[in-house]
Structure formats: C-alpha cells, structure tokens
C-alpha cells in the first residue's frame, strides 16, 4: 500500500466547507483522512506549510489539437500541460480538424485520451455539423461514444432566426434523451 501524508498545508474544499491549515493521508491514490493532527508512520511526507491543498480543478473549455493539428498540441501534451496547472479533469471544445460532430472523432478522441492522458479528457462534441450553426449533430452518437456536453464554440448556432431557434430546441430535446454522465 503506497501512503502519502502532506502536512500543514491549507486545505480548502468549498464542497465540505473546509479552509484550514491541516494535514491530508493519502492511500493507494485515495484521500484516506484529513485532520489537523495525523500521523502515518512509513508514509511519504510533504510538507505543505503555505502553500494550499484543494481538490482538483476543472477546465471545461480547453482547446487541444487533435486531430488534425498535432504540431500544435496533443492531447497527451495537452492533459500534462493540465496536470501541472493543477487541472484534474479537461474538457476539450470540437474545434478540431476534423470537427468533433461525429461518433468516429468523440470515439477517437475518448481512446487517445485513455491512452495517453494523464487527466480526465472528458470531449464536447459539436451542436451542429462543422460547427457551421446549421445542421444538427448527431449528438446521440456522440453522447455514446463519450461526448459529455455539446458546443459550436464561438459560432453561433445558426443560418437565421427561425433556424437558430429550431436547431437549439432540436439539441436540447436530443440531450435530454440521455441520461447525464456520472464517474466515480
């Protein structure tokens, strides 16, 4: 069993109401106890004294490059670049080449992040076709094949009025078709 104890630092996590100096034990890669006086014998010690301990934030509008350009950025680079921000968790828009509107590319995208990520790549398929703001998505493929929200990112969804106005009432009946994602 590996075990980690980071001590003093400031703990903050609004989700239990916690911002005090404390200790956190970490087992096996799970936070096991956090309490202002802990002890863990053989475990790893960090301190942490001024610096602050907070559970890993969330980026939900990140633009990776791939596919398409990987000269760019990868989602591997992409996801380290994350991590050493202290992002746990990536949400990368469909302003890929090509566009993340498809089963195909969400699939792509859901298995290179599996192998190679080292956060949590959660992909936002395109609303529209192209993101072109015209033609809906097919955002039930998309959502089964990993997509966790759906964006044009910039683009407005739409041709005209009546268009805009059809294609998000569209979207947002096919959305709510499908259960929301929960991981554990």
Known sequence: MSRLLIRNGRVI?????WDEVSNVLVEDDRIAAVAPALE?????????SGLVVAPGFIDMHVHLREPGLEHAETIESGSRAA??????????????IPVNDNAPVTSFMVERARR???VNVF?????????????????GAMKE?????????????????????????RAASAC???????KT
């Open 13 to 17: 996590d609004p989700s239990r109401g």
């Open 40 to 48: 863990a014998g053989d475990a790893q010690v960090i301190d942490a």
């Open 83 to 96: 991590a050493a921000g202290g992002f746990t968790s990536i949400c990368p828009m469909p302003n890929t």
């Open 116 to 118: 190679f990520a080292i």
């Open 123 to 139: 992909p936002v398929g395109a609303i529209t076709k192209d993101s072109a703001g015209e033609q809906l998505a097919d955002i």
């Open 145 to 169: 094949a990993g997509a966790v929200a759906h964006s044009d990112d910039g683009p407005p969804v739409m041709n005209s009025a009546a268009t805009s106005t059809k294609a998000s009432s």
């Open 176 to 182: 709510a078709a499908f259960p929301p994602v929960r």
